[in-house]
């Protein structure tokens, strides 16, 4: 009998995008459970377009059909964070090599903080490489249509904010 593989894919969320939620998914070829961590704290988060508990339940919506995926907050340190819920595997996307080198200093960072700590990064489906939250934000608050970025369950809590076209 094998102990469970939990992972954690930790960010802002803000909103989870198609490109989240194709490494959240691609996660499960190495990992039984994945914990998908909304940081928050002034310090951690750029102040924000959704409170922490609408990111949380946009990701809840999105994978309604995935009962491994597991949406949750955390403060503090995601390395105390993983621990506590006995994650070892840190899941990371890498769109292009202009994110590489912040997601490499943090992932020496995280390992020195804590041996057990692994970060795994994935590369997205090409698809997806040029997509962020911050462009899907500025896209939909000037009245561009996201349907291609987010899934059906952001996509309403989108129109909800901004309004249909
Ligand atoms: O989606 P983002 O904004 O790129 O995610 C960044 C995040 C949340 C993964 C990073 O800021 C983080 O891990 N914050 C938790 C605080 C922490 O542990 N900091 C030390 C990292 S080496």
Same mark, same amino acid.
């Given at each position: 009998?094998?102990?469970? #593989?939990?992972?954690?894919?930790?960010?802002?969320?803000?909103?989870?995008?198609?490109?989240?939620?194709?490494?959240?998914? #691609? $996660?499960? !070829?190495?990992?039984?459970?994945?914990? +998908?961590?909304?940081?928050?704290?002034?310090?951690?988060?750029?102040? %924000?377009?959704?409170? /922490?508990?609408?990111?949380?339940?946009?990701?809840? @919506?999105?994978?309604?059909?995935?009962? !491994? +995926?597991?949406?949750?907050? =955390?403060? %503090?340190?995601?390395?105390? =964070?993983?621990?506590?819920?006995?994650?070892?595997?840190? /899941?990371?996307?890498?769109?292009?090599?202009?994110?590489?080198?912040?997601?490499?200093?943090?992932?020496?960072?995280? !390992?020195?903080?804590?041996?057990?700590?692994?970060? /795994?990064?994935?590369?997205?489906?090409?698809?997806?490489?040029?997509?962020?939250?911050?462009?899907? !934000?500025?896209?939909? $608050?000037?009245? %561009? @249509?996201?349907?291609?970025? /987010?899934?059906?369950? +952001?996509?309403? #809590?989108?129109?909800?904010?901004?309004?249909? #076209?």
């Amino acid at each position: 009998m094998s102990a469970e #593989r939990i992972a954690v894919c930790p960010g802002s969320f803000d909103p989870v995008t198609l490109g989240h939620e194709d490494i959240i998914r #691609r $996660s499960f !070829r190495f990992a039984d459970r994945v914990i +998908v961590a909304v940081a928050y704290s002034a310090t951690q988060v750029k102040s %924000g377009m959704f409170s /922490v508990e609408e990111r949380v339940e946009m990701i809840r @919506d999105t994978f309604a059909d995935e009962p !491994r +995926v597991q949406p949750m907050a =955390f403060q %503090g340190l995601l390395v105390d =964070f993983a621990k506590s819920q006995g994650a070892t595997i840190i /899941v990371r996307g890498l769109r292009a090599v202009s994110d590489f080198e912040y997601e490499f200093q943090m992932a020496l960072m995280n !390992r020195k903080l804590w041996e057990a700590m692994e970060t /795994v990064f994935l590369a997205p489906d090409l698809e997806h490489s040029y997509l962020s939250s911050s462009l899907v !934000r500025q896209i939909a $608050s000037l009245g %561009g @249509d996201v349907t291609p970025f /987010v899934s059906p369950a +952001v996509l309403r #809590r989108l129109t909800e904010r901004f309004g249909a #076209r």
